[in-house]
């Protein structure tokens, strides 16, 4: 061709046309698509050669910008290992490293040979990796590497990659092997928790996962289950609200697992040891995740969340949990979250300041009846005096925000608890904890002492005024240990409880009215 004018006579045309015609023939006679339909009966030797071939042939298409025929590349070397599965190991490494390097290649524009890779890894993944967990776990690990941005693009495509290889390999999912890749394929569903193409696909991974009839969670892959529900939770899209409390009732299916898992782990263990020290970490978290909704600015969720805790802690198993644990438990999770519960609510309407209050009633309601459910164990502790008064610190924070009378029959409760298991008593009378509790009382409600009968009936002393104070305040109490301000000795450990996938953040407003 010249500028514009074909230079070509009528009969070269058709000489042209008429050679194009016999290459073809001859090509359809040379039957190339047998060579790698067939690629099972090449020997060692030339299956390495041929995948090399059209790897190189691939990068060299790229270069050129040229990604339909890179595409073709990339579609033909799945063809190949598909056809070679069971010389898996012969061509695995370098397809591994080369699928790899071109999403590696990838990071801000998603180009048609990123996506096929994509869809090769799964399709590898779906059709036989089921049998090679390891080398499935190495597809997974691509596909979780790849950029953020390239990732929310692919999410529709890769949630619904992995809902069909869970559908198809659900016998398989109990297997020993499969254990190492939950973290990573449930890292992913995490990841599309929120997306708004990939969100239901992911949905029906967690759910094919975490059921009633649940049986391929274990201590190994709990906690990315939890994290994964978490992050489903957290979705604040008012459409998403039926999935959140569904996401709700899914963790605390996982709690109700733990009997099968404590059972599970002492077949397994070699040492005999007890659940507590395996299990004490997953406990704390899940309590601790469930606490972070009871904060949710959605009512539904908030109500969820404390009926869910309810139904957790007071399970029958969860109390022969020890009681260093539950009071790790205190003071990691409950007495942080009702401090962030009672901080001031400055330019909150009255609704919001009453929604609040009614939410740091119940919590306190909560885990005041559970110390009172464990106190005959938690008074075995060293330090009880100082959860004791951690309590009771709580109660003050109460009356300083001026609602002290929402809590005043809790207060007695506890007191009259305390009171039978005689921890307010010695032999010589009154005990050195009632003059230390009632000193801290006395001075936030002085009535208490005459409302409860039982304490005076059994002789324990209510502080006077001393002679000569008249102006109606309460004597000064003794100086005491800053219990409620001193952090636990095992503060370090409260690193478990975030950074995980699907962990909510502990930085934001606590209150709901500030999340309008």
């Known amino acids: ?95 591994v490293t080369f699928l790899g390097k071109i999403l590696g290649s990838e990071t801000n524009v998603l180009t048609p040979s990123a996506e096929r890779a994509v869809l090769s890894i799964l399709q590898l993944i779906s059709e036989f990796l089921a049998d090679h967990p390891p080398k499935m776990l190495q597809m997974l690990a691509l596909l979780r590497s790849i950029a953020p941005a390239l990732l929310s693009e692919l999410a529709e495509c890769i949630s619904m990659g992995l809902l069909q290889l869970l559908r198809l390999n659900g016998v398989k999912m109990n297997s020993a092997g499969w254990q190492e890749c939950w973290g990573t394929l449930l890292h992913l569903v995490a990841e599309f928790a929120l997306h708004p193409n990939a969100s239901a696909s992911a949905w029906d991974c967690l759910s094919l996962v975490v059921n009633d009839g649940i049986s391929c969670v274990s201590r190994e892959n709990y906690s990315a289950c939890l994290h994964a529900a978490a992050a489903f939770a957290s979705d604040l899209n008012a459409e998403s609200q039926a999935r959140s409390l569904a996401a709700l009732d899914r963790i605390l299916m996982l709690y109700r697992h733990f009997p099968a898992m404590i059972l599970a782990h002492q077949r397994l263990s070699s040492q005999g040891t007890g659940w507590e020290e395996s299990f004490v970490a997953l406990w704390l978290d899940t309590t601790h995740q469930v606490c972070h909704f009871v904060m949710d600015p959605r009512a539904a969720m908030r109500h969820s969340a404390i009926s869910v805790l309810q139904q957790m802690l007071f399970i029958e198993e969860v109390g022969e949990v020890a009681p260093e644990h539950w009071q790790a438990c205190f003071e990691r999770v409950f007495f942080p979250m009702i401090e962030r519960m009672m901080q001031p609510m400055l330019g909150s309407s009255s609704q919001d300041r009453q929604t609040v209050q009614e939410l740091r009633v119940r919590f306190f309601s909560l885990i005041s009846k559970l110390f009172m459910h464990h106190v005959h164990r938690l008074k075995s502790l060293p330090k009880f005096v100082s959860l004791w008064l951690k309590l009771l610190g709580t109660y003050e924070c109460f009356v300083t925000a001026g609602e002290g009378e929402h809590v ?75 219990f409620r301000t001193t952090p636990p000795e095992d503060a370090e450990a409260d690193t478990q409880l975030t950074g995980q996938p699907g962990q909510p953040k502990q930085d934001q407003d606590p209150h709901p009215a500030a999340l309008q």
């Open 408 to 482: 005043t029959e809790l207060v007695k409760n506890l007191l009259l608890v305390m009171l039978d298991q005689g921890l307010f008593e010695d032999p010589a009378g009154s005990s050195e904890l009632w003059e230390i509790t009632w000193s801290v009382v006395n001075k936030l409600d002085s009535n208490l002492f005459d409302d409860l009968n039982e304490l005076a009936q059994l002789g324990l002393s209510n502080v006077q005024l001393p002679t000569g104070q008249s102006d109606g305040k309460s004597p000064t109490a003794p100086v005491l240990p800053d």
């Open 1 to 95: 061709f010249g500028s514009g004018v074909n230079t070509l006579t009528p009969e070269e045309v058709n000489e042209v046309e008429l050679a194009h015609s016999r290459a073809r023939s001859k090509l359809a006679e040379c039957k190339v698509e047998a060579l790698f339909d067939n690629s099972y009966q090449l020997d060692s030797t030339a299956l390495v050669h041929l995948l090399q071939t059209i790897m190189t042939t691939c990068e060299e298409k790229k270069d050129v910008k040229d990604e339909p025929a890179a595409v073709m590349c990339i579609e033909l070397l799945t063809w190949v290992v598909v056809k070679n599965h069971t010389r898996l190991e012969l061509c695995w490494t370098p397809v």
